[in-house]
């Protein structure tokens, strides 16, 4: 007999396959929304041509093609590639989404995800838009492929991993703090292929904005989903961007049975580090006191929003950075560069010094803009991983954005309680 209570995971999949569903079951679901990228969509067209026999999405209007890994282009291998993208997509009568108009996880945020859809995406960090409520996850491009050709795919029900976080932040911690701090306390392999749920007050008070950094990263520590709730601050969201009637409220239910859970203190958290070469290497600032760095990035699908940008700015207004560190700041979608524009924040930030890059993932993995032999950078990117930035001989620490700003200007890596 099945149990009554649900985690958020096992009750979308419950209503998407129209039955019953457990931890451990194999379900077939119809997809809501799949994407691919530069990085990742023309294989899954190729596999779709050579294994399927068919270049016919099944449905125009929910399979979304995205240049945004190698953007703007930096060499006729990648115009190629972007070449074939477009020609697909004008074939599909698809959605294309061009250099410049933004990240893949951004876009789909702003303009696609809402509680309740089924969501994959070519790219690991499609576990972002569960902060909106979606059962979303990232799969190969061969999966991918068979998603654009068919609507639906096969999923094993995961196991949830509850994670209820109480307390108000301390001044100078952040979302990405809270998540730093959780990978390091069950390592990158402590959530494997589950469901991991970011429940309690604390989620609670956070922006949606704040919420999406944290899903962004559920897949450093193994898990299939990172979730939130679909509360009032969702609905706001969708308004915000047009999407009001997507609306559905999401949360777990009270007798829900959970695999694991952690629960976390947030008014004890400080601002945390990710050193190389691991996500899970992680310590508070303060154990890492004047390490110099070479650059400071700012941006990525994990904080590039426009409430990364405001914090930023705040920090950096009237200041520089320091003359030995480059900052290079990448928004992440076109629309919150525009935002970005009429609040002034971008003649704030390049006034301090910062390189601004188009809308797209820049620094991340190194297509367009890479590190020096054993330079040592400070990003607010997701990944720290040996060669992540384009060159294995640097190394590449993570923070949130405050801590990078600050960081920027005194040119080392620095407490933001000691120097705000």
């Known amino acids: 007999m099945s149990k009554t209570g649900k985690t958020m995971a096992e009750k979308i999949l419950t209503e998407r396959c129209g039955r019953d569903v457990e931890p451990g079951d194999i379900v077939v679901s119809p997809v809501d929304i799949v994407f691919a990228h530069d990085g990742t969509m023309p294989l899954a067209i190729q596999q779709m041509e050579s294994e399927l026999g068919t270049r016919r999405v099944f449905d125009p209007s929910k399979v979304i093609s995205i240049c945004d890994h190698a953007s703007p282009s930096p060499s006729e291998q990648v115009s190629n590639v972007h070449i074939f993208m477009r020609k697909f997509a004008q074939d599909n009568g698809m959605q294309f989404y061009e250099n410049g108009d933004g990240i893949c996880h951004q876009l789909i945020a702003e303009k696609f995800a809402s509680p309740w859809k089924v969501i994959v995406g070519a790219d690991s960090h499609s576990c972002t838009h569960g902060a909106l409520g979606a059962f979303a996850t990232g799969m190969g491009s061969t999966d991918v492929g068979a998603i654009m050709a068919y609507g639906k795919t096969w999923f094993r029900v995961p196991e949830s991993f509850r994670f209820d976080i109480t307390g108000k932040l ?105 050193a190389p070469h691991r996500v899970d290497n992680v310590k508070p600032v303060s154990e890492f006191p004047g390490i110099e760095l070479d650059q400071v990035c700012i941006g990525s699908c994990t904080n590039g929003r426009i409430e990364d940008l405001r914090i930023a700015a705040k920090v950096l207004k009237g200041k520089k950075a320091a003359k030995n560190t480059r900052l290079v700041i990448y928004p992440a979608s076109r629309s919150v560069l525009l935002q970005a524009i009429r609040e002034g924040l971008i003649e704030t930030l390049v006034a301090a010094g910062a390189s601004i890059g188009p809308p797209g993932c820049g620094f991340c993995i190194g297509r367009t803009i890479a590190l020096g032999d054993g330079e040592k950078v400070l990003s607010t990117q997701n990944r720290n991983f040996k060669g992540r930035m384009g060159n294995n001989k640097s190394e590449i620490y993570l923070s949130g954005v405050e801590t990078a700003a600050v960081s920027a200007i005194k040119g080392k890596i620095t407490d933001p309680r000691e120097a705000l």
């Open 170 to 274: 301390p001044t100078h911690v952040t979302s990405k703090d809270v998540f730093l701090y959780i990978v390091g306390e069950i390592t990158a392999d402590g959530a494997t292929y589950m469901s991991m749920e970011l429940v309690g007050d604390t989620v609670r008070d956070m922006s949606v904005e704040s919420r999406l950094t944290m899903c962004n990263m559920a897949i450093e520590a193994g898990g299939k989903l990172g979730m939130c709730e679909a509360d009032g601050k969702v609905k706001e969201f969708l308004r915000q961007n047009g999407r009001e009637g997507e609306f559905k409220p999401l949360f777990p239910d009270n007798d829900a049975t959970y695999a694991n859970e952690l629960a976390v203190d947030a008014s004890a958290l400080e601002p945390m580090i990710a």
